[in-house]
């Protein structure tokens, strides 16, 4: 399985998971990384460089997996396009971002969990039907999304050499979890 991880997996991460603490996150992290089976997208890198830096510890986390961040694809563009026809989702994008140029990650997540064959890991809430959040955005594009807890979860099975999809939920509908 490919996990394409949104911003607030890593921010959230960022905050409470210690580097220095928890190996056993950690270090399957950097592992499947480096293995493509866990990458992002650039805008995902852009927005974590902005507010860690390249001093911290997480900003030379961040800077030591950047080649993980990866750049769309042509395929992906024309799967950003269609996402963009729906007018729920155009509503997604912070007028601030556009303004400023800020990067707005979802639909590119999307993008390449659908280019991938992968899931999209996100902390957004799926609890809301027609919402422009990234469960919403998935579903309607047949992308397979996973919740924070169950990410933690894979990465600990992956650390304690267990199956990676053991006690881990995905969904492909809104809040409804489906086998893995």
């Not at 950047?66 to 963009?84: M, R, T």
């Not at 659908?114 to 919402?131: C, I, L, Q, R, W």
Request: proline share 5%; glycine share 6%; aromatic share 12%.
């Amino acid at each position: 399985m490919i996990y394409v991880v949104d911003t607030n997996i890593f921010s959230r991460a960022f905050n409470n998971v210690p580097l220095e603490v928890f190996d056993d996150i950690w270090k399957p992290w950097s592992t499947l990384m480096r293995e493509g089976k866990i990458v992002s997208v650039d805008e995902v890198y852009c927005e974590l460089a902005a507010k860690w830096g390249d001093t911290s510890d997480e900003g030379k986390w961040l800077k030591a997996h950047h080649d993980y961040f990866l750049k769309p694809s042509n395929d992906e563009g024309f799967i950003v396009a269609n996402i963009f026809k729906n007018k729920k989702f155009q509503e997604g994008v912070k007028e601030a971002s556009l303004r400023n140029g800020t990067p707005e990650a979802d639909a590119l997540l999307v993008a390449k969990a659908k280019a991938m064959g992968g899931v999209v890991v996100t902390a957004e809430k799926d609890d809301k039907p027609n919402s422009e959040k990234i469960p919403n955005m998935a579903v309607a594009f047949g992308v397979p999304y996973m919740r924070i807890t169950d990410y933690y979860k894979m990465l600990r099975n992956v650390h304690n050499k267990r199956p990676e999809s053991e006690g881990v939920q995905i969904y492909r509908s809104l809040g409804v979890p489906s086998d893995y």
